[in-house]
Nanobody
């Protein structure tokens, strides 16, 4: 069972930087997609950035030029893999305030993969940006 766990949220002033982390283990396939989604109060959850097992990144327009997604894969044992995914967020503004969720699936990314294509979800971490 793959269970993503997020960390790194917090409060920051506008223009500041935060780096989110997501750890997940239990992959049994080298081919996968992991990503970040966010949901602000009263709004639908939206994709922010995703990264495929071949290190291809995909960004929502709101994240391009400000956010950077990266990852570090590791082998737990033969046929079992884990991944640490990061999202560095720069030039944050109050519109970035939301709960950020980590998601994963054992299949590659399809450009910016839709929310319902992801199987495994973390509990979320809060990001608050004050003006």
């Amino acid at each position: 069972q793959i269970q993503p766990v997020e960390s790194g949220g917090g409060s920051v002033q506008a223009g500041g930087t935060l780096k989110l982390s997501c750890g997940a283990s239990g992959f049994m396939d080298r081919n996968y997609c992991m990503g970040w989604f966010r949901q602000a109060p009263g709004k639908e959850r939206e994709a922010v950035a995703q990264i495929s097992s071949d290190d291809s990144p995909y960004y929502a327009d709101s994240a391009k030029g400000r956010f950077t997604i990266s990852q570090g894969r590791f082998t737990i044992s033969e046929g079992h893999y884990g991944n640490l995914m990061y999202l560095e967020m720069n030039s944050l503004n109050p519109e970035d305030s939301a709960t950020y969720y980590c998601a994963a699936r054992e299949f590659g990314c399809s450009l910016l993969t839709a929310e319902d294509e992801f199987v495994y979800w973390g509990q979320g971490t809060q990001v608050t940006v004050s003006s």
